[in-house]
């Protein structure tokens, strides 16, 4: 069941990925398959264009161009950004340093090697198949669609996948120092985005107290200390949060992959007309943050890596009150984790999941793809974890009894 449930997740993968280049091939600049991108690619690589020119001046959080909205993450994203400032001029407008051949060589190699990087992470850490299967299935996750996406937009956020990644494959090595690294992988993610700390858990799970203080020291140490490079120093990071409210109330929270967008998608489908009150979708919020702290509380019962992987990544998905599509690939060391568990009838409903989430080709939905399979990886952990939480119970009251 293990090997056909895997080739059946690749096979699929691997054939709409030939599918989405025959498509786009076909039908050129009008194809329907250009719509994975942002905006058709109109507005290229500007993720990562925008932060190097929000970055230059070093006062980045006090930077007013697009907004304050637009510069709400921690510091270390703007020091990589900054280093890129000096391979160009600034112009007026920042997306068009990536036409300064110097500065377009340069950022496409970073690129390039955070994707080498990215596939070596994933192969490495896929046990289950032969070695032709295993590059195949990292090949095809690197290719997936929302990773086509997350390169178009030039985003850093491929280096908080690649660090989160190396946590969950390497921390249970027998070698301390691989260990170590795992706890600095952590580190890092959690330095980009924050939200990847919630993956600490795992320590307290397995009860490696000293290991959780460790990491904790080395996460607050590569938060804070880039807030020194720019102008005022850790005054900065009151501007970050002053930046963060800001960018919330700039994007449309209902487009995003929180709970609240998903159980809209959903409602949409009968009333394409419907709006949340205000009440309701901070009730739903709510709601949506209350399932992620179940979900991470009792986690730990959870026999499988794999489905302990995903109760903690449901949380970077709920947690946050706007966040891209390309934010699923959070669930690339859960899904590295599925294939490499043994499995039953059962692990059909996540394989769904997964082939919804990472396939390559784009198809007209009612609700999109990405959506149909995020919902299922959530349903499907959910009910798992209740289950569990009910055998814990029984099994409490057992022994209480007794």
Known sequence: ????????????????????????????????????????????????????????????????????????????????????????????????????NQFMVVFFLFLSMQLVILFSVILSGIKAGGVLYRNITAFSIVFSGEMMLLVERGNLFIICIITLSIFVFTIDSKSAFVREMALLCLAISAAFKVIPAVFGVYLIYKKRYKEAIRCTIYGVILFVLPFFFFNGGLSNIGLMFRNMKAFFSEYSDLDGIDFKSLVYQFITVIDPEYSFSELLA?????????????????????????????????????????????????????????????????????????????????????????????????MYIVILSFIEFGRYLKTKRYFLNK
């Open 282 to 378: 901070g009730i739903i919020r709510g709601l949506g943050l209350a399932l992620s702290a179940f979900l991470v509380v009792i986690g730990g019962l959870h026999k499988r890596k794999f489905e302990l992987v995903l109760t903690m990544t449901i949380p970077l998905l709920f947690v946050p009150a706007y966040s891209n599509r390309y934010g699923l690939l959070f669930l690339i060391p859960a899904l590295i984790c599925f294939l490499n568990e043994e499995k039953s009838v059962k692990d059909v409903v996540p394989l769904i999941g997964f082939i919804f989430i990472f396939k390559a080709v784009v198809i007209d939905c009612i609700v999109p793809l990405y959506f149909c399979g995020e919902a299922i990886l959530v």
């Open 1 to 100: 069941m293990t090997k056909k449930i895997n080739y059946i997740y690749t096979s699929i993968i691997i054939i709409s990925l030939i599918f989405f280049w025959l498509f786009l091939i076909k039908d050129g600049t009008a194809s329907k398959q250009l719509d994975l991108f942002f905006q058709r690619c109109a507005d290229a690589f500007a993720d990562f264009t925008n932060i190097v020119g929000y970055s230059a001046e070093r006062d980045v959080y006090n930077n007013e161009v697009y907004g304050f909205g637009q510069k709400a993450y921690p510091a270390l994203s703007y020091v990589i950004a900054y280093l890129f400032s000096r391979m160009g001029d600034t112009p007026p407008l920042y997306r068009d340093i990536i036409y300064q």
